[in-house]
């Protein structure tokens, strides 16, 4: 039972332009949201995160959309950078210090 | 800059052979958690501690799987014997305790490979 789902396995955007990422869930307990980013043979680096009591969060050229009803959420990079081709990971978890529910993961491409 | 230590970055066994990863999770950090990998998935976890105490091992295969966190900082995973299943990336990720602290660090991870 695939709890948070990536369904998109990759994406090749250009440089420069917007790369957008996209996320569902199905459990409801589900109150905190966090993307990961992750090179190959190294661990996941925490990127940006979101509470389910807000819609959207900002840090620098990365974005975070939450929409509740839809069960959704999506990660928005602008302007997409060549080193920001890796794997990107969706995470859930109910409650603070508690197990992290991982997508499959989506592999963004910026190409030049 | 604080970080979470593992080690071997890769192991490579036979089957039915023991093997021990290490983790030392980042300063001050009261849970730790194991998560493996495997290739085109994302992490799941096996065992999580807060301080030296087991919080979830539901999904550790008991049988041939152990985890200890003796004196609530550092932490070693146990397979014994290894199966050829075993082979993934293990990964080991810390936090602090409390409201706020939702975010997880992870460690680059032990490459397993059995033969």
């Known amino acids: 039972d695939q709890q948070v789902k990536q369904n998109s396995p990759s994406l090749s955007v250009q440089e420069g332009r917007i790369s957008i990422l996209n996320c569902d869930y199905t459990?409801?307990?589900?109150?905190?949201f966090l993307w990961y980013k992750k090179y190959p043979a190294e661990g996941p680096t925490f990127l940006i995160s979101?509470?389910?009591?807000?819609d959207k969060n900002e840090d620098g050229r990365f974005t975070v959309f939450l929409n509740k009803s839809a069960k959704h959420l999506s990660l928005h990079i602008v302007p997409s950078q060549p080193g920001d081709s890796a794997v990107y990971f969706c995470?859930?978890?109910?409650?603070?210090?508690?197990?992290?529910?991982f997508g499959t993961g989506t592999r963004l491409q910026v190409t030049l | 800059e604080a970080e979470v230590a593992q080690s071997p970055r890769y192991k490579i066994t036979e089957k039915s052979q023991a093997v021990a990863f290490w983790c030392d999770p980042i300063?001050?950090?009261?849970?730790l958690y194991w998560y493996r990998q495997i290739l085109g998935q994302g992490p799941e976890l096996l065992v999580q501690?807060?301080?030296?105490?087991?919080?979830?091992d539901s999904q550790l295969p008991k049988d041939r799987f152990s985890a200890e966190r003796l004196k609530g900082v550092d932490s070693t995973l146990k397979i014994q014997p290894a199966e050829l299943g075993d082979s993934a990336m293990y990964l080991c990720?810390?936090?602090?305790f409390g409201r706020g602290n939702n975010e997880q660090f992870f460690g680059p991870g032990t490459r397993l490979t059995v033969l």
């Open positions: 990720a810390s936090s602090g």
């Open positions: 459990n409801s307990m589900f109150d905190y």
């Open positions: 979101i509470s389910s009591i807000k």
């Open positions: 995470a859930a978890q109910t409650g603070t210090a508690s197990k992290l529910t």
């Open positions: 300063s001050g950090h009261a849970t």
């Open positions: 501690f807060q301080d030296e105490s087991v919080v979830d």
